[in-house]
Every structure is written in C-alpha cells, then in structure tokens.
C-alpha cells in the first residue's frame, strides 16, 4: 500500500507560522502533481495548493500571498509553508499524490491557530 508520509502541524498563535511536509515515492513523486488539501469542521474538504512535477503552482484565494508550496525531488517531498496564519486556516490538513492514474493521501495532520 502506497504511503504518503507526512509531518508538521500542531498549534499556533494568530499570524505565526508552520511548515508541513509530506514525503512519496519516487516513482509517483516524479509523475505527480502534488497538493495539499485541508477539512475544516462542518465544511467540505477543498484545495489549498498543489505544484505540478514541473513545478507549476496554483493557490486557493483566501491563502495566496500567505501559503507557499513547494517541491524537493531530491527528497521526494513536497513542502506546504504557512504564514500569517489566521483562526480560519484551522483544519486537517493531507497530503495529495495525483498521477495519470491514481490518487494518493496522506493521513493527515492537524493544524490550529488559535490564541
């Protein structure tokens, strides 16, 4: 079973910052666009951001200039950095492996901005 293994998340305080990451395979990694998806209590799940394997990057509105993300394909990994965080940015976020075929998640880890 493929596994997308990710870290980062956890609490912070309004306009601070956190960095998650999120590790695949090598031969899915390399054919993948890669994105970050976020469930918030009570809503739909929805797109924050993803990042083609050739490095092309789209933004959901309420995190462009805030959120970047970002690829490493010497590691395998994709990077989702966070800042200026805001009470609204607080949901569950995973990891997303799109290739020509299938899809991939990560668990998912939480993050909350709260004071």
């Known amino acids: 079973q493929v596994q997308l293994v990710e870290s980062g998340g956890g609490l912070v305080q309004p306009g601070g910052s956190l960095r998650l990451s999120c590790v695949a395979p090598?031969?899915?990694?390399?054919?993948?666009?890669m994105g970050w998806y976020r469930q918030a209590p009570g809503k739909q799940r929805e797109l924050v951001a993803f990042i083609t394997n050739i490095g092309s990057t789209n933004y959901t509105d309420s995190v462009k200039g805030r959120f970047t993300i970002s690829r490493n394909d010497a590691k395998n990994m994709v990077a989702l950095q966070m800042n200026s965080l805001k009470p609204e940015d607080t949901a569950v976020y995973s990891c997303?492996?799109?290739?020509?075929?299938?899809?991939?998640w990560g668990q998912g880890t939480q993050v909350t901005v709260s004071s």
């Open positions: 997303n492996a799109r290739t020509p075929s299938k899809a991939y």
């Open positions: 090598g031969n899915i990694f390399s054919i993948a666009r």
